[in-house]
């Protein structure tokens, strides 16, 4: 059965799919536009029932919150292609520890940036000034811990990659289009981490597949 995937233009569904490449599951794309406000039609909000994505449906299963969709992926094709929770008990505790430093420290900082710098244009407020400051300045204080975290292990779960650092790649990669991503090369071990792990194929194929949306 292959997955089907909503949204695949934006970047929390980026997330699922690099998972599913890296997993080899066989996957199809529904666009979603959120710019022109599709994610609140009625036909996607009976899937998604809070309008945003992504969703997926596999088979007679519809999950979405695209955390708990790669955590479904990699564990129920844990044995199928890479190993993206880690081999022992304590190594998963460590992603689970990553991922919810992502979703919880990170996250928040880096939506707002990319909100008020790249889209309220398009999605009609006004950008936020102090809303930029202070995001900037919060996710400066995250990566400093990175930073220490990333001077002592080649990932942030270990020394191999898993979805703690699967999870960070699609709106990290916004830094770059917002002349932002000093906040990456001015730390020695993030901006190593981070060129590892954009070059992945994993990630080299979504981006190939789905490029970002166009904010001109």
Same mark, same amino acid.
């Given at each position: ?62 999950? #979405? $919150?695209? *955390?708990?969709?790669?955590?479904? @992926? ?8 890479? /190993? =993206? ?60 811990? #990175? $930073?220490? *975290?990333?001077?002592?292990?080649? @990932? ?8 703690? /650092? =699967? ?50």
């Amino acid at each position: 059965m292959v997955v089907k995937v909503y949204g695949p233009a934006f970047a929390s569904p980026k997330r699922v799919l690099i998972c599913l490449v890296e997993k080899e599951i066989e996957f199809e794309t529904v666009p979603v536009d959120i710019i022109k406000g599709e994610h609140k039609d009625p036909e996607y909000l009976k899937l998604q029932p809070f309008g945003v994505v992504p969703v997926i449906q596999d088979g007679d299963y519809t999950l #979405y $919150e695209s *955390r708990a969709i790669i955590r479904y @992926y990699a564990e129920k094709y844990k044995a199928q292609g890479t /190993d =993206l929770l880690g081999k022992t008990i304590e190594e998963r505790g460590t992603v689970e520890q990553w991922l919810e430093v992502e979703a919880q420290n990170y996250h928040p900082s880096i939506y707002n940036l990319v909100l008020h710098v790249l889209f309220s244009d398009k999605m009609g407020f006004p950008a936020d000034a102090k809303v930029i400051e202070e995001s900037e300045k919060n996710l400066g204080k995250v990566l400093d811990i #990175y $930073e220490e *975290r990333l001077s002592k292990s080649k @990932y942030l779960a270990g020394d191999f990659f898993s979805l703690a /650092d =699967l999870s960070h790649i699609p709106f990290t990669n916004y830094l770059g289009a917002m002349g932002k991503m000093y906040l990456i090369k001015e730390r020695e071990h993030v901006s190593a981490w981070w060129d590892d792990i954009s070059s992945r194929p994993s990630w080299k194929k979504v981006l190939e597949l789905y490029p970002a949306p166009i904010l001109e």
